[in-house]
């Protein structure tokens, strides 16, 4: 994989590219194309698409939604499982406490990512209850769940039963969680998006447009 800068947009060359593809993201444009892509034609595909992505930034520069924690400090906001709370130091808090609009913390935890591990655990919680309720109804069960990193996948399951989730979804809606952990699930049947998977999920989940529009759009702002 090779990444290089054009004005106004980078271009990624990836072995797995099947044609040229672009990603909007907030305040970014990336090409994707395969080795050996003429650059001449890679600029005239950005020039065809360009009132597009125009339309793409001005609205992710306009949108207000999650964005990722990046700094642990007395009145930060924090998006927690799709509902904005700001943090609040107060003393004898042993643990984090959430109340109302607030998350109250104790001095200790706005330093060594002590936050970031309670953060992670919140979400484990939630997607193993979930994983566990599904299990029941649909036979399907992961082997173990982990979260990851990842910085274009939400989700993601091997041949062997492990499904990663992005560490970042604690600060979508918890219907955004479920869709995300029940579509990896599926995976673990089906290993492809054909009617089959579409079918199967939708049979579990009902109609899940919302869920995938707010991954589209206010999850660009988290990855």
Known sequence: MD?????GYSVRLSR???????????????VTA???TDREFINAFVASRENWIKEK??????CSGPLPLTEVRDGTTLWLFGKEVSLQQVRNQPHPALQGDRLLLGSEWFSGGRLSQWLDDQLLQVVTSFAHSY????GMSPERIRLGNARTRWGSCN????????RKLVHAPLDVIEYVLIHE????RHRNHSRLFWGT???????VKSQRKWLRLQGALLI
């Open 159 to 166: 041949a062997g039963g492990v499904v990663m989730m992005n």
């Open 135 to 138: 299990s029941e109804k649909t």
């Open 185 to 188: 699930l599926v995976h673990l």
């Open 3 to 7: 990444i290089c800068d054009q004005e």
């Open 201 to 207: 999920l939708e049979q579990y989940l009902g109609e």
């Open 34 to 36: 395969p080795p050996g």
């Open 57 to 62: 930034l001005a609205f992710f520069n306009d």
């Open 16 to 30: 797995r590219a099947c044609r040229v593809s672009i990603r909007v993201s907030p305040g970014r444009v990336l």
